[in-house]
């Protein structure tokens, strides 16, 4: 089965006020929707602008898998166990909240920060929490999100190539940039795509593309 989810469907939160804007994929905060809690691990798909200057002052989070890619721009990052990391396009960050973990997120650079955040649910609650930035990730080399028995695939693509989607129980696909054609159906930034069960599956891409992948096993869960 392929659920395409459009862009122009996502929640729209955030505080335009003070430089904020969000756009959820999946229920969350105010916008409550219990049909839509999560799709196997992932818990949400975040599409998050900073202006200038914005950002979230701490906060916390506990047992969940916070894995952040970075758009546009530069995200500063600092959380209770004294980790501090600039975080630019083409690295992955992760913050395993584990048992509790508090952190800042904000937007100390002159232009504006465009970044997608994405939460999954752990296998198993507690630990320790832990944080990792990898630079430069390649699109050979899927990222392990272990704690959730999750893979994140990066796949960027020119103009007329083909985008190999994985072969998994439950794949979640999101367009960071360009437009590609996946099941007979033309994506564009934002939208997104729900896979259960299927094979063989190739996007193509209409000009530069880039999108982040989520291979995952196990069947769609309930509320988190």
């Not at 006020?17 to 969350?28: D, K, L, P, V, Y």
């Amino acid at each position: 089965m392929i659920d395409v989810r459009r862009s122009g469907d996502r929640y729209r939160g955030g505080e335009t006020a003070a430089g904020i804007e969000s756009r959820h994929a999946f229920s969350f905060g105010p916008h409550y929707d219990p049909d839509n809690l999560r799709f196997g691990a992932v818990l949400a798909c975040n599409e998050e602008r900073l202006a200038p200057g914005a950002g979230f002052d701490e906060h916390p989070h506990s047992h969940t898998e916070i894995v952040t890619w970075v758009v546009e721009g530069e995200l500063t990052h600092r959380d209770s166990t004294g980790h501090e990391s600039l975080v630019r396009p083409g690295d992955v960050q992760h913050l395993s909240a584990a048992g509790g973990v508090r952190h800042v997120e904000r937007n100390d650079g002159p232009t504006p920060l465009v970044f997608v955040q994405m939460w999954l649910a752990p296998l198993a609650p507690g630990g320790d929490p832990s944080y990792e930035v990898v630079r430069g990730i390649a699109d050979s080399t899927p990222y392990a999100v272990p704690g959730a028995g999750a893979l994140l695939h990066v796949r960027r693509a020119a103009a007329g190539e083909r985008l190999a989607i994985p072969d998994a129980p439950l794949v979640y696909v999101h367009v960071v940039r360009g437009e590609v054609e996946l099941g007979g159906e033309p994506l564009g930034p934002g939208d997104a795509v729900r896979i259960t069960g299927e094979t063989g599956l190739e996007g193509v891409a209409s000009g530069a593309a880039e999108l982040l992948i989520w291979e995952m096993a196990g069947a769609v869960g309930g509320a988190a």
